[in-house]
């Protein structure tokens, strides 16, 4: 989430590599994020090797919002699963209640696990979404990617060049409804980009306001930073 939003604002503010032109508080999240991706990689360097605590107090130090805080969850269950099944299946149930899909949970931890609460966590998790708006989002995704899938080959193509335009114009004004509606489409909205790939959803307003011209992007600029920094970014 927070390098999605230092990558947005960079191409539009800076129009340099990623960590040109930005201010204090982005170069300071993306180094978060960096050390994250240290404190992960450790912790399951220390789990292969059977060395438990390490693993769990090195991941116990990653920061993390929305989605990484499922996933750093679902981990922690995981590795307590060897010391300590009560605090692992508290672990568990947290990270299914920020979106951690049942039908991922494999067949590791040493101790039986009550798939009916856990049902109904996630069902509440499903509930506080809006799949009205995740489902049209993800739509609009395929459509993107879908005719960007022919680029290479088309693009010099009046014909491409036209469908292009009419694909992006669908979508743009797809976007500009959802905000009308209910600001711009966050964590709290629409869950995790990939939470529901499981389903075939895949809502990434990001890919879609990226794929649009650059006066178009200035536009929601502001908001995404706001969604940023309350940690509404999907």
């Known amino acids: 989430m927070i390098k999605k939003c230092i990558i947005l604002s960079s191409l539009i503010l800076s129009g340099f590599s990623i960590l040109f032109g930005q201010s204090q508080e982005e170069i300071i999240s993306y180094n978060i994020f960096a050390k994250n991706e240290n404190h992960f990689s450790r912790a399951k360097d220390f789990y292969k090797n059977f060395e438990i605590?390490?693993?769990?107090?090195?991941?116990?130090?990653?920061?993390?919002?929305?989605?990484?805080c499922r996933f750093k969850n679902y981990f922690l269950s995981k590795y307590y699963s060897k010391l300590d099944s009560s605090k692992s299946y508290d672990y568990l149930k947290l990270s299914v209640s920020q979106g951690q899909r049942l039908i991922y949970i494999v067949d590791e931890f040493p101790y039986e696990i009550n798939f009916t609460e856990?049902?109904?966590?996630?069902?509440?998790?499903?509930?506080?979404?809006?799949?009205?708006?995740?489902?049209?989002?993800?739509?609009?995704?395929?459509?993107?990617?879908?005719?960007?899938?022919?680029?290479?080959?088309?693009?010099?193509?009046?014909?491409?060049?036209?469908?292009?335009?009419?694909?992006?114009?669908?979508?743009?004004?797809?976007?500009?409804?959802?905000?009308?509606?209910?600001?711009?489409?966050?964590?709290?909205?629409?869950?995790?980009?990939?939470?529901?790939?499981?389903?075939?959803?895949?809502?990434?307003?990001?890919?879609?306001?990226?794929?649009?011209?650059?006066?178009y992007i200035k536009k929601y600029i502001k908001?995404?930073?706001?969604?940023?920094?309350?940690?509404?970014?999907?």
Not at 148 to 169: C, F, G, P, Q, V
């Open 53 to 68: 605590d390490s693993a769990i107090t090195t991941l116990q130090k990653i920061k993390c919002i929305n989605d990484g």
């Open 118 to 215: 856990l049902k109904r966590i996630e069902n509440d998790y499903l509930n506080s979404l809006n799949f009205d708006v995740i489902k049209a989002l993800s739509e609009a995704c395929s459509r993107d990617r879908l005719i960007r899938k022919n680029w290479n080959k088309l693009h010099h193509t009046k014909a491409y060049k036209m469908e292009l335009l009419r694909i992006d114009s669908l979508n743009q004004k797809l976007l500009d409804s959802i905000y009308c509606n209910y600001g711009w489409p966050g964590y709290s909205l629409i869950g995790s980009v990939y939470g529901l790939s499981d389903l075939g959803l895949s809502p990434d307003p990001i890919l879609l306001l990226l794929h649009s011209d650059e006066e």
């Open 223 to 234: 908001p995404v930073r706001e969604a940023c920094e309350s940690d509404e970014e999907s």
